[in-house]
């Protein structure tokens, strides 16, 4: 088959990667890359090296604030609603071009949110949403208000203060009040509607271009680690366990106790955490400087196992455990049945 033969200038090649991808079968036919330094054709023999280069150009530029096409929020990017690059097609040619460079042997493209992963291969993603992820600072304090209210009275005083910006817009039922006990539910409407609905269409759009050569169903069983991989570049700055623990060490040593259940608890927490063995992370746990907050599960103090809020990284330490074994115990449990995630597997 014919190959394509694309030649261009470094500083074009957002465009003429855009034109390139537009061609038809252009995901079928040999690529060749020649760059050119004002109009004079860099002699050299392509190897590959330039292919790579041109879609490592290419990544870098999609982001970039002046076509308004990705935020970055920690170490990940999230597509953003365009409307103009939604109806030039950009996030399928995105898409399409994240396919033709692993079959060139290029790189990947940048580190992709967990669960834009999983929306796109049409896996459960609700439980990967969290706070850490949205940049709207007046969204995060509304919901940190929401989340840290007590009374109902408090709960109908911040919505009242937003009503109109938030509860109005999130799609949340009309007429249907916020109650304690659907806080969880609240909080979890409102991280759906900032982060996949006001996304759907460029998502959909990426998820589109990725199906290029029928990539998707190739890999829609694929462990996610090893798609992660495959599709992300991997930062430096991604939590790890350490730091997971470092942060809950430092929350928990300010706690002010009350009772002696609540004395020994925070005793034992810290004891568990220094004796925890530490692994370095999975690279999946997003970065952020979101504060991790921990209290003691006073609203029931007979429970055993810790219980944690993942939305807003806050954990409860339970108040239940007569001893230091069984803390420990409770402690092992949660972590063994928690990295099963929401699917009831490994994630």
């Given at each position: ?12 090649v ?18 060749e890359?020649?760059f ?31 076509h ?40 990947p ?209 339970p ?12 402690f ?16």
């Amino acid at each position: 088959m014919e190959k394509i033969i694309v030649q261009v200038d470094r500083d074009s090649v957002f465009s003429s990667a855009v034109k390139y991808l537009q061609g038809p079968d252009s995901e079928k036919r040999p690529l060749e890359v020649r760059f050119q330094v004002d109009e004079h054709v860099e002699d050299t023999v392509n190897l590959g090296g330039p292919n790579k280069e041109f879609f490592t150009l290419f990544f870098k530029a999609v982001i970039k604030k002046e076509h308004d096409m990705f935020e970055r929020v920690g170490p990940y990017v999230l597509p953003v609603g365009n409307r103009g690059a939604i109806d030039k097609e950009l996030f399928t040619i995105l898409g399409k071009a994240i396919v033709v460079s692993l079959c060139c042997g290029g790189p990947p493209f940048l580190k992709l949110a967990p669960y834009i992963l999983s929306y796109i291969r049409g896996h459960e993603y609700l439980h990967q949403l969290d706070l850490s992820l949205v940049n709207n600072s007046y969204l995060r304090e509304y919901i940190q208000k929401i989340e840290r209210a007590t009374t109902q009275e408090e709960i109908d005083q911040v919505i009242g203060e937003d009503q109109e910006r938030f509860m109005e817009n999130c799609g949340w039922s009309n007429g249907e009040m916020v109650t304690l006990d659907k806080v969880g539910k609240y909080i979890q409407v409102l991280l759906i509607w900032e982060l996949v609905s006001k996304r759907k269409e460029s998502l959909d759009q990426i998820k589109l271009g990725l199906n290029t050569l029928h990539f998707l169903e190739h890999v829609r069983d694929m462990d996610w680690g090893e798609l992660e991989k495959i599709l992300c570049v991997h930062d430096s700055q991604e939590r790890t366990a350490k730091y997971v623990r470092q942060e809950i060490s430092k929350a928990t040593s300010s706690l002010e106790c009350c009772a002696i259940d609540e004395h020994n608890a925070k005793k034992y927490t810290l004891s568990c955490l220094e004796d925890l063995t530490v692994h370095h992370g999975d690279g999946h746990y997003p970065y952020s400087d979101y504060p991790i907050e921990v209290n003691f599960n006073r609203a029931d103090r007979s429970a055993k196992l810790p219980e944690a809020s993942t939305c807003v990284f806050k954990l409860f330490i339970p108040l239940g455990n007569e001893s230091k074994l069984k803390f420990y115990s409770s402690f092992n449990a949660a972590l063994v049945h928690g990295r099963l995630g929401f699917a009831g597997r490994d994630n």
